[in-house]
């Protein structure tokens, strides 16, 4: 039995979603949170292009955040991560990148420095630089992590979607 675009898209938001949620490391400065969602931004993008990675990407983490508690960066997430997900889907599906995983990879980087810099400029503007600038330091450790996780994982799901 095929799965519908739209099926597919709605299984990565919740996918999204889940794995936000599913590990949380708190970042008290700011009331934030480390998490690995990310990672199925990455690779949701990677595979599905601007849509997936706007849609599941912002919607997907926004929706985490309403269900775990943090509804007051709902909002923001909304944006920084529809738009990490954009930059990622739109850059990754240019005929240049496809298949060159080492570029995909940089384009990754740069979603997730987006990522980071949204997230700094939002903190800044509600909590100062202080507290922004000591919740930097996990961002980027989300943004890497994501990265280690999401791009091979979307280039494994490619091989397989391939083969099947």
Same mark, same amino acid.
């Given at each position: 039995? /095929?799965?519908?675009?739209? +099926?597919?898209? /709605?299984?990565? $938001?919740?996918?999204?979603? *889940?794995? $936000?949620?599913?590990? =949380?490391?708190?970042?008290?400065?700011?009331? %934030?949170?480390?998490?690995? !969602?990310?990672?199925?931004?990455?690779?949701?993008?990677? #595979? %599905?292009?601007? =849509?997936?990675?706007?849609?599941?990407?912002?919607?997907?983490?926004?929706? +985490?955040?309403?269900? !775990?508690?943090? &509804?007051?960066?709902?909002?923001? $997430?909304?944006?920084?991560?529809?738009?990490?997900?954009?930059? @990622?889907?739109?850059?990754?599906h240019?005929?240049?990148?496809?298949g060159?995983?080492? #570029?995909?990879?940089?384009?990754? /980087? /740069?979603?997730?420095?987006?990522?980071?810099?949204?997230?700094? *400029?939002?903190?800044?503007?509600?909590? %100062?630089?202080?507290?922004?600038?000591? &919740?930097?330091w %996990?961002? @980027?450790?989300?943004?890497?992590? &994501?990265?280690?996780?999401?791009?091979?994982? +979307?280039? +494994?799901?490619? =091989? =397989?979607?391939? $083969? &099947?």
């Open positions: 039995m /095929a799965v519908g675009p739209l +099926a597919r898209l /709605a299984l990565l $938001t919740a996918l999204v979603a *889940a794995a $936000t949620l599913a590990l =949380r490391v708190p970042m008290p400065a700011t009331e %934030g949170y480390i998490n690995l !969602g990310d990672a199925l931004i990455i690779a949701g993008a990677l #595979l %599905g292009g601007v =849509r997936a990675g706007v849609l599941a990407g912002g919607v997907g983490s926004a929706l +985490a955040d309403l269900l !775990g508690g943090y &509804s007051h960066w709902a909002p923001f $997430t909304l944006v920084i991560k529809g738009l990490e997900g954009a930059l @990622i889907g739109w850059l990754g240019r005929p240049w990148a496809q060159r995983w080492l #570029l995909l990879g940089v384009i990754s /980087a /740069a979603g997730m420095a987006w990522m980071v810099m949204g997230y700094l *400029a939002v903190e800044f503007v509600l909590y %100062g630089p202080g507290p922004a600038l000591l &919740s930097l %996990g961002n @980027i450790v989300q943004g890497g992590a &994501s990265l280690v996780c999401g791009v091979p994982l +979307a280039a +494994a799901l490619r =091989r =397989r979607l391939k $083969t &099947s």
